[in-house]
């Protein structure tokens, strides 16, 4: 066990009074928690969820074009007030909101009772069609969770599957294929996790989560990870019934070196650069520790690279951690035109059920985070690809809980600052 050390580098910061008049601001009276955001497809309109509310906002200046109330039923209420939940949390938080072509496919909490609805995009009101949002959604506002549709129509969700929060899931559900989640109560899978986010890239879906990690045996620690499943995996049989037989996952590094490494062990949020194959995240330290936040970013390649290498295996509950070599080195997701679903995945189903916890951890890109400030959570990260007179520019947006935003110009070595959007 390592003590933590801080880490102490002097970075710009820009006030937001600075930014101010480059600012619009979107409030709305009664809506609060602003938590979801995504664009139309044109990429002239924000789609914003809040507590009990959709919104659509024109991208250039924030005006409105669309509220849409989207609260509880009173007798949701009155049963989720029952069950000794307050008023704050028995409330409509929207957590799921997705575009699919011409649909904005969105779930709320629903006063612990979660359901989704697919909703035509230019009118919100248009309701298709309403499902349950269990294991879709989380039950409870506190709960994060993340969400992503293929363009085949799957819904991929990260999120607690149950009232009490102690069943969380990777869960595919909708669409052509075969529902599935990660095993159920199996701690190796998934240990407490707070999910970040989740990509649909080439044939696999990827999420991104911190959870406590089993791997380590020396006091509670949480880890963030890389966990990636194939998008034809159609589960096992008899062994892995309705499980994935291709989930994996592996620890990210974002730390300061030094001869003891300072770990910013918690991923908080991340932005996906498709052209690039880059993931930018924004790490902090623990919250019962020094405050401390960094960015470090995460090349696609490396993150295949520790999931094409040794596994990290345990016999049984006392004994260690080990590596264990890949029996599948190069896994390839398997193809649909080979007739029947019988060899889909090309992962034999007992290795599937005991490796899946690569060994290797994926190092960013460079081992000094791009950012690094003490004293400071942040929350969220936002990166534009800026072509600069010879070079391109990577800007990003970080943003604190409190909405703070601070923009900073990344060039090879320096930091410049820019105007701020607002974020949250
Ligand atoms: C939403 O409804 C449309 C039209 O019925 C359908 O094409 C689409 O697949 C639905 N989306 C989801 C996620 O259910
Ligand atoms: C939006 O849909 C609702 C419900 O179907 C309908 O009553 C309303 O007229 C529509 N609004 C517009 C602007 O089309
Ligand atoms: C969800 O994430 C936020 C931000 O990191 C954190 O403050 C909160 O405690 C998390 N929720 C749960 C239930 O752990
Ligand atoms: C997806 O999997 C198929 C079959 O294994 C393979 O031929 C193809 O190259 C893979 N695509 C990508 C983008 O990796
Ligand atoms: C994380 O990165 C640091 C800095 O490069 C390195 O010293 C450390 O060994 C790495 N830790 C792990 C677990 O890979
Ligand atoms: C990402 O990895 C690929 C392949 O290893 C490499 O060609 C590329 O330069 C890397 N990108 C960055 C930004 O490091
Ligand atoms: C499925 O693929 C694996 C790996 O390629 C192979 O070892 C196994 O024999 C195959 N099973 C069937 C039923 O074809």
């Not at 969400?147 to 052509?176: H, K, Q, V």
């Not at 996952?249 to 908080?268: H, T």
């Amino acid at each position: 066990c390592h003590p933590e050390t801080s880490a102490n580098i002097a970075k710009p910061v820009v006030l937001n009074s600075k930014i101010a008049p480059w600012l619009y601001m979107f409030r709305s009276e009664d809506a609060v928690d602003f938590s979801q955001l995504t664009f139309d497809p044109r990429q002239k309109e924000l789609i914003a969820g809040a507590r009990n509310y959709l919104f659509r906002l024109q991208l250039e200046d924030l005006s409105l074009i669309q509220a849409v109330e989207w609260g509880c039923d009173e007798a949701t209420k009155r049963s989720c007030y029952s069950k000794g939940k307050s008023k704050e949390e028995c409330q409509n938080y929207i957590r799921v909101l997705l575009v699919g072509g011409n649909h904005l496919f969105t779930c709320g909490t629903n006063a612990f009772t979660p359901i989704c609805t697919n909703r035509t995009l230019s009118n919100l009101t248009e309701i298709h069609d309403q499902i349950s949002g269990m294991a879709r959604c989380p039950y409870s506002p506190q709960h994060n969770s993340t969400a992503l549709l293929t363009s085949s129509g799957e819904l991929y969700a990260a999120t607690a599957m149950d009232f009490p929060g102690r069943d969380p899931a990777i869960y595919r559900s909708l669409g052509a294929l075969p529902p599935l989640r990660t095993a159920q109560y199996n701690s190796k899978w998934l240990n407490e996790p707070n999910f970040v986010s989740s990509y649909d890239i080439g044939n696999f879906t990827y999420f991104f989560f911190r959870e406590n990690a089993v791997e380590h045996d020396c006091g509670k620690t949480v880890f963030s990870r890389a966990a990636r499943v194939c998008k034809n995996d159609i589960g096992g049989k008899f062994v892995l019934e309705d499980t994935w037989t291709t989930f994996m996952k592996a620890r990210l590094n974002c730390s300061r070196p030094g001869e003891i490494p300072f770990y910013y062990n918690e991923l908080q949020s991340t932005f996906f650069l498709p052209e690039l194959d880059l993931i930018y995240g924004i790490f902090t330290t623990n919250v019962n520790s020094i405050a401390a936040s960094a960015v470090c970013v995460f090349n696609l390649s490396a993150i295949t690279q520790a999931f094409n290498g040794p596994f990290k295996y345990q016999e049984n509950s006392r004994s260690a951690w080990l590596p264990y070599p890949n029996p599948n080195p190069n896994f390839q997701c398997g193809t649909m035109d080979q007739g029947l679903y019988a060899n889909l995945t090309e992962r034999n189903l007992q290795d599937a059920q005991k490796f899946f916890l690569m060994h290797e951890v994926v190092q960013p890109v460079t081992p000094i985070p791009y950012f690094m400030e003490d004293n400071s959570r942040f929350s969220h990260v936002v990166v534009d690809v800026v072509q600069g007179k010879d070079m391109l520019f990577h800007i990003m947006y970080l943003a604190t809980g409190k909405s703070a935003v601070l923009q900073s110009v990344v060039t090879d070595h320096e930091w410049v600052l820019g105007y701020a959007q607002h974020l949250k």
